[in-house]
Nanobody
Framework: QVQLVESGGGLVQPGGSLRLSCAAS??????????MSWYRQPPGKERELVAT?????????IYADSVKGRFTISRDDAKKTLYLQMNKLKPEATAVYYC????????WGQGTQVTVSS
């Protein structure tokens, strides 16, 4: 059973930056074989895909149009940790952010709240 722990959220003004982290606890060394993604759930809305980074064999990245050019997804497989650097944040980025495999194969963590407001 893999546990996911997201951190790094907070309150930030529009135009600001945050860096989110997601640590995966697993007794196996297979973290690096999974495509990993960040998702977010804005208040009152469905959870949506934000960004994906492929596994160690490809290392490609894909972003939602709404964050392209401002967010950067990365991973450290040795630490089994996923990151999301968020720059030039907009109020519509306010949401709870979660990580998971690209196909949501693991149990969801508690998420980390990001609030963009002046």
């Amino acid at each position: 059973q893999v546990q996911l722990v997201e951190s790094g959220g907070g309150l930030v003004q529009p135009g600001g930056s945050l860096r989110l982290s997601c640590a995966a606890s697993t007794f196996t060394s297979t973290f690096n074989t999974f495509d990993m993604s960040w998702y977010r759930q804005p208040p009152g809305k469905e959870r949506e895909l934000v960004a994906t980074i492929s596994n160690l064999f490809q290392r490609s990245t894909i972003y939602a149009d709404s964050v392209k050019g401002r967010f950067t997804i990365s991973r450290d497989d040795a630490k089994k940790t996923l990151y999301l650097q968020m720059n030039k944040l907009k109020p519509e980025a306010t949401a709870v952010y979660y990580c998971n495999t690209r196909w949501r194969q693991w149990s969801w963590g508690q998420g980390t709240q990001v609030t963009v407001s002046s």
